[in-house]
């Protein structure tokens, strides 16, 4: 602003003055072109100085829009798979026995039986069926179903390697040594040249054989 009076005062000294009328001080006549031009000039320079900061205080704010949040779908669940088919008792048969394969894998024998006696419902004269049943009933102490499960299993299918096995172990653990190493030899005989527990069977028979009956 000291810019301005100067400026101001500038132009009052640059301006002619009156001398009045008639001499008289205060009685100037109409002032010169030239003054009103140059006042004219400061007011529109003083209307743009003060208008600037007034536009820009009036000029609407930018609102940053809100975020839309994102949802994420839920997931849809797969369908229950079927247990049977009708006419395909098969089926119902594989899923029974594969969810008792999951049921003895974490420990649930109860539930393991469960299955596999359903699963007999379907198909009552499957060896297998029979076989696993036995094994489920031997783990949860009660050997002698589970015998009666494997000689069932054998009844059924006399070439049923793993029935054999399983029926001479749990008649090693009773002290039935003859009906064990019956079926041991016969797992020898049935079971294929690079099963795992072939070379176990032959160790258990050599010490049966020498007298070392403890199994």
Do not use: C
């Not at 600037?52 to 949040?69: D, G, H, N, Q, Y």
């Not at 394969?101 to 379907?122: C, F, H, K, P, Y």
């Not at 399983?166 to 294929?192: C, K, M, P, Q, V």
């Amino acid at each position: 602003m000291s810019r301005l009076a100067d400026l101001l005062m500038g132009m009052d000294g640059a301006a002619p003055r009156s001398e009045g009328l008639g001499g008289i001080a205060g009685l100037a006549g109409r002032p010169a072109p030239v003054l009103r031009w140059r006042w004219s000039v400061l007011l529109v320079i003083v209307a743009g100085m003060l208008a600037a900061p007034a536009a820009f205080l009036a000029r609407p704010k930018s609102v940053a829009p809100t975020p839309i949040p994102v949802k994420v779908p839920l997931p849809v669940p797969s369908p229950a798979p079927r247990t049977s088919l009708p006419g395909d008792p098969g089926r119902g048969v594989s899923a029974l026995l594969a969810q008792s394969t999951r049921s003895v894998a974490n420990g649930a024998l109860q539930e393991a039986e469960d299955r596999l006696r359903q699963a007999l419902q379907i198909k009552p004269s499957d060896p297998e069926i029979w076989s696993r049943l036995g094994v489920v009933l031997v783990r949860q102490g009660e050997t002698t179903r589970g015998a009666e499960a494997f000689e069932r299993a054998v009844r059924l299918d006399p070439g049923h390697a793993e029935a054999h096995r399983n029926l001479a172990i749990t008649r090693d653990r009773e002290g039935r040594t003859g009906e064990a190493t019956l079926h041991y030899r016969a797992f020898l005989r049935l079971s294929r040249d690079h099963h795992p527990d072939r070379s176990e069977v032959r160790r258990r028979l050599a010490e049966m054989a020498s007298g070392k009956a403890e199994p």
